[in-house]
């Protein structure tokens, strides 16, 4: 976790900004999502701060931390939010937050969540095919509305991240290919429900370099351009999100930076900025609080057998994604051997961390870090495990913003057969 991380030893515990997370712990149980409100504020702050030069809009991808709390802090700051789905309109709105702010992405919109959409009022649909155009002027018609549209484009660059987490490829399932998007435009203009307001382009997650954003940028504005001289102006270009994060020994550029380099070159041109972050605002802004509850030996591995497990934290065995792990008593784990970090699901993918120095004990607490974004969002209930509870700290007040679930919660849908 980097210098400015909330989470650090003070007097040789490891605290959430003022609170120490084995009192978390104590009074919340195990295993825990931990938030740190500043953390977020100071990472969405950052974000905006960078592109003071032109107009714009930041708004946080919902996906990657949809807590009602989380979604509430930035909610105040004044975000607009990115959603993929009604369920997460419905969560912005229960958080406080307003539907004018909001784009609403993804490849496979409903009839339904479009009617929602437009009933809310949500600023703009970020359209990625023909047939969901005709599906969304139809919908808008039949309600009586106007929806804004911005084409989601495909510009074909490399983003040169995980294949699972890359979107801006031809193979990739995303978008319109940048070069079928003009005609698409004109036929938009032609459908008196639609007003084409801006285009739209996400090319990965988990960036590190800005230059495959930047070459996307510059496709996208050479369509502008293009649609311009076709007599179709549009208003802003959403670059989406994709700044990647520190986890292991990557040296991503910082997300303001991203941010102002994107910035930079729509300078002058008089269209607004839309970005839609997620992991560079919560990423780092949270940890997985996790109880040893064995130390074990099969040949010669040494695991540790944890409380939490893939079905909390899904990226290790997904993605082979690498999370720091701290003991929470300084020392406890003292790197004198090497071991990997397991939960109790029936699956050899199911560990937290593979070949770790981490001596520590049954009992002992651990954080893994780096676990605020695409963390608690994409958990289960796999093996009938309840999922965490989530906290949110504040200075020194630890805030429990999602109870546990109970195992009673996990089959109070389901039924028995009648006799
Ligand atoms: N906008 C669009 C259209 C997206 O598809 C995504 C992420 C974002 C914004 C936000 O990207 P971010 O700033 O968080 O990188 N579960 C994976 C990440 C999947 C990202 C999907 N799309 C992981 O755990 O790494």
Redesign the pocket.
């Known amino acids: 976790m980097s210098a400015v991380s909330p989470f650090r030893y003070v007097g040789g515990r490891l605290h959430a900004e003022d609170v120490p997370l084995d009192d978390i712990a104590r009074d919340h149980g195990t295993p825990t999502y931990v938030y740190s409100r500043a953390a977020i504020e100071s990472r969405y702050r950052a974000i905006v701060g960078a592109l003071g030069g032109i107009e714009h809009r930041v708004c946080y ?1 919902v ?2 931390n949809g807590n009602l709390a989380v979604l509430d802090v930035l909610a105040r700051l004044g975000a607009g939010f ?1 959603i993929v789905s009604v369920g997460e309109l419905e969560r912005v709105l229960a958080a406080g937050g307003d539907a004018a702010r909001v784009v609403f ?1 993804g490849v496979g919109k409903r009839r339904d969540e479009m009617q929602r959409a437009l009933d809310a009022g949500v600023h703009c649909f970020n359209v990625e095919s023909a047939g969901e155009l005709e599906l969304l002027a139809q919908v808008a018609a039949e309600a009586g509305r106007r929806a804004r549209v911005s084409l989601r484009v495909n510009p074909d660059v490399d983003a040169r991240t995980h294949p699972y ?1 890359s ?1 801006g490829l031809k193979r990739n399932k995303f978008g319109v290919p940048i070069e079928e998007a003009e005609g698409l435009y004109l036929r938009a203009a032609a459908m008196p429900a639609l007003e084409a307001c801006g285009v739209d382009c ?1 090319i990965g ?2 960036l590190t370099d800005p230059a495959p954003i930047l070459d996307a940028v510059d496709r996208v504005l050479a369509l502008v351009d293009r649609l311009d001289t076709a007599g179709l102006r549009l208003r802003h270009v959403d670059m ?4 990647g994060i520190r986890y292991r020994d990557e040296t991503p550029a910082r997300p303001e930076a991203f941010a102002a380099a994107i910035a930079g070159r729509l300078a002058g041109r008089g269209l607004e900025l839309v970005l ?5 605002i919560v990423g780092e802004a949270g940890v997985l609080l996790t109880r040893v509850l064995y130390g074990k030996r099969n040949g010669d591995r040494v695991f540790l057998v944890a409380d939490a497990a893939m079905n909390d934290l899904i ?1 290790p065995a997904l ?1 082979q ?1 690498w999370h720091p792990v701290l003991p929470v008593r300084e020392g406890a784990a003292d790197g004198s051997a090497t071991v990997d970090l397991v939960g109790p699901v029936c699956e050899s993918a199911d560990f937290l961390a593979l070949e770790r120095p981490l001596a520590a004990a049954p009992g002992d607490l651990l954080a893994v870090g780096c676990a605020g ?2 963390g608690f969002v ?1 958990s289960s209930n796999y093996n009938a495990r309840p999922r965490a509870a989530e906290v949110m700290v504040d200075g020194t007040a630890a805030h429990r913003v999602r109870s546990r679930e109970r195992v009673q919660d996990l089959f109070a849908g389901e039924a028995r057969l009648p006799e």
């Not at 839609?276 to 560079?280: F, L, M």
């Open positions: 991808a996906k990657a990115d992405s987490i979107t996400h997650s988990q989406g999100g994709g700044f839609e972050p997620g992991r560079a990226r993605y994604g974004a695409y994409m």
